[in-house]
């Protein structure tokens, strides 16, 4: 198993990345993102404990469920199913109000499901695109957020 980490300081609110963040509908504003849809809303919120994601990247399809939903402060989720089949164990993202905004950590731990050659493709080619890909949401979230945050013209 490989553990991979993004982390990015996004210049709003907790409660507005957290939201941006776990609706991950946005995602699809990342180039490496086609397609995210909610399959089946969670208990206590549409992306709360027990909601299904269905996630179309680049990279590959993912049904996700999530585990834990603590707003503004963490989310947890695990990948159910996977093509290219993979093996999760936990997705988990953080947030943490800092200086200048709020410090978004994106956890994730799995492997390439290929016998004996899993936790090699995993290390040179999974770990690499999966982080750009964490990046790259992050990345559209900082920008999104940026633009909705930004004041508009006065009279």
Do not use: K, Q
């Amino acid at each position: 198993m490989e553990t991979m980490t993004v982390e990015r300081v996004i210049a709003a609110p907790v409660e507005e990345v957290f939201a941006w963040l776990t609706t991950t509908t946005n995602y699809t504003r990342s180039p490496l993102v086609v397609r995210c849809r909610l399959t089946r809303r969670g208990e206590s919120a549409p992306y709360g404990v027990g909601a299904v994601r269905s996630h179309l990247w680049l990279i590959g399809w993912f049904r996700e469920r999530i585990t834990r939903y603590e707003p503004p402060y963490a989310t947890e989720y695990v990948v159910e199913r996977s093509l290219p089949p993979a093996r999760h164990e936990i997705g988990r993202m953080t947030f943490e109000e800092v200086d200048g905004g709020t410090l978004v950590r994106w956890t994730t731990r799995a492997e390439i499901s290929v016998p004996l050659l899993g936790p090699l493709l995993t290390r040179r080619l999974a770990r690499p695109i999966i982080t750009r890909t964490f990046g790259g949401i992050l990345d559209a979230a900082a920008a999104a957020l940026a633009t909705a945050s930004r004041p508009g013209p006065t009279a």
